[in-house]
């Protein structure tokens, strides 16, 4: 580990340990010091996770969508018609756009993502304002295609890094939770509302294009963050299982559910082992904290994760993320 880096850690935990008040015994520290390196490391990879995200919708939005007056949907498609209409700065409307929807997070989701998402908005809109980028092509259709998949991918990073750089997801989760509609069906809508308003004010060809990289744009977060409406089933073996249980249940506010099962070793698993077995669902935008909490227990914990495209009943209505 990089001596700076190691200094730094053991600063913050020295720090953490006085807060909290409590004795500073070896074994103490190196517990708290794992975790922070920890805390550390997984905000490194988040950070960068959004950093790159804010580059590639920067080049979607300065090397194809604005110079060609092309539009998209969500608030970066509001922000791209109001930025043509009054030819004021489009990052401007990026931040006031967003803002209410991040306000919206941070009850609906949490305060770390709501942070995080309003560092990533604001240094987006400051590259999109200050880096200048030569337009690649004037073709309509490459404009369309490409400028959407760089911007969807934007979006896709961001998500992975646990931030939004697009207020319309936060809208959709908050919207899904009072009513029966699912995120999809809220962000389509929503979607429908802009395009038609981009082909009362504009054209209908507008409209069209606008629609083309909108589906780009959609089919590469998919494809970065695998559904970002979808529900992740996580099932976690442990030997230290009832740690991860209490941190999923008190850290994170989610049930889980606890089975006993047997693991084989041998090339005919004849050497069975009784294992409890943790189950939890959580939404995409908690998976990176989920990880961060099992790595602080257990680093070697074995992890599967799959998509659940619909879920009903339980917490999952019933309690806000965290």
Request: proline fraction near 2%.
């Amino acid at each position: 580990m990089n001596a700076i880096f190691q200094y730094i850690l053991t600063q913050a935990t020295k720090n953490k340990l006085k807060k909290k008040r409590l004795p500073l015994p070896k074994k103490q520290f190196e517990k708290e010091f794992r975790n922070t390196r920890i805390e550390a490391l997984h905000l490194i990879k988040d950070a960068s996770l959004i950093l790159l995200g804010i580059g590639a919708a920067s080049i979607g939005l300065k090397g194809f969508l604005l110079p060609n007056g092309f539009i998209d949907g969500g608030v970066t498609g509001i922000s791209l018609i109001l930025t043509e209409i009054t030819g004021l700065s489009l990052s401007i409307f990026l931040i006031a756009i967003n803002a209410p929807f991040i306000f919206m997070g941070l009850t609906t989701i949490g305060k770390q993502f709501a942070i995080r998402s309003l560092v990533a908005i604001i240094v987006l809109a400051i590259s999109v304002h200050f880096i200048v980028l030569p337009t690649i092509t004037d073709d309509k259709l490459l404009i369309a295609v490409f400028g959407g998949f760089f911007l969807g991918l934007g979006i896709g990073l961001a998500i992975r890094g646990g931030a939004v750089i697009d207020g319309t997801e936060v809208l959709a989760i908050f919207i899904s939770k009072k009513s029966s509609l699912t995120i999809g069906d809220v962000i389509l809508v929503f979607n429908v509302m802009i395009f038609g308003v981009a082909a009362y004010i504009f054209s209908v060809e507008t409209a069209l294009y606008a629609m083309l990289t909108y589906l780009a744009a959609s089919k590469t977060v998919d494809f970065v963050v695998s559904g970002i409406e979808e529900y992740v089933g996580v099932t976690i073996i442990s030997e230290k299982y009832d740690e991860i249980r209490v941190a999923i249940i008190e850290k994170m506010g989610r049930g889980c559910t606890v089975y006993v099962g047997k693991r084989g070793f041998g090339k005919r698993g004849e050497n069975l082992e009784k294992i409890d077995i943790i189950y939890t669902l959580i939404t995409r935008l908690e998976l990176a904290r989920l990880q961060t909490e099992v790595d602080k227990i257990d680093e070697k914990a074995f992890i599967v994760m799959h998509s659940i495209k619909d879920a009903k009943g339980g917490m999952i209505k019933k309690r806000p993320l965290k």
